[in-house]
């Protein structure tokens, strides 16, 4: 075991943090503002909100936490740019899916031993994680917090 | 030790993926396209960059690597909003700087041992790192890599 708590304490900080940060930053948003580009032309508001829902439900399966709860959110914000899909799913829609996702993630990393964290992510084969062990579920956690982030820097733009 | 270099390891491919993704995106801005707003009435590109290599600078004496290099860009780029100063370090002033100071923490950072990343950093006392072990260098490492993700994602908006 040795300091593995300790690393994999700092990774779920920082990954609550970002959260914490979104929760805030997405829920405080009405129906109007929802709608509204992080910059003119540029992706809405609400399709940041859903490609984040998206990209953290497809976390579920790849941390082996479960099955995704959305997978029909991709084609509306992962697949296809904003504003090309004549049917996308709603603020409400959203904000439920996000609330409901990342609910899910919090149970199941929560659930994840310490070395665990260092075993292989879903995407790989066995095989090829013996070949390269670094690609494991702390990977995922840190890539996708920076991910998290990336996005936000965005979306407080659109968020007077 | 154990797990640690594991850990260490990835914490440090996630920043320097994002390092090389910074720069890629401003080394190949030209002196005309740095002076470009992220969005009306925004940061511009060369103010973000300055910002970036202002913090990064602050963290060589933050992990105890050394001295800052360049604590002049704090007036400039962190502690006032852009387009506020009369002098401000030029285009190739903050290139040099962002590759001096990226240069140095690089070096600096190979160094750290892999138990090293779990000791304080230097902006907490050991009284009360005592009290909160997770006041420590890993966690500055991690910090930073998604300050890095957070503006990023904005400087690729101003970035056609």
Do not use: C
């Not at 490609?51 to 029909?72: Q, S, V």
């Amino acid at each position: 075991m040795g300091n593995d708590g300790a690393y994999v304490a700092l990774g779920l900080k920082g990954w609550k943090g970002q959260i914490e940060r979104a929760d805030k930053l997405f829920g405080s948003l009405s129906a109007e503002e929802v709608q509204r580009e992080i910059a003119p032309g540029r992706n809405r508001l609400l399709y940041l909100w859903g490609h984040l829902t998206a990209i953290h439900d497809a976390m579920l399966p790849l941390l082996g936490l479960g099955e995704r709860l959305h997978p029909e959110f991709d084609a509306a914000f992962v697949s296809n740019p904003d504003k090309s899909q004549a049917a996308t799913p709603s603020h409400e829609q959203v904000r439920q899916a996000w609330n409901a996702v990342n609910g899910e993630l919090r149970k199941g990393m929560e659930g994840v031993s310490s070395s665990g964290w260092l075993q292989r992510h879903m995407a790989v084969s066995e095989e090829d994680f013996a070949k390269d062990p670094s690609r494991n579920r702390f990977a995922v956690l840190l890539s996708r917090t920076n991910h998290l982030s990336y996005h936000l820097g965005q979306a407080v733009l659109g968020h007077k």
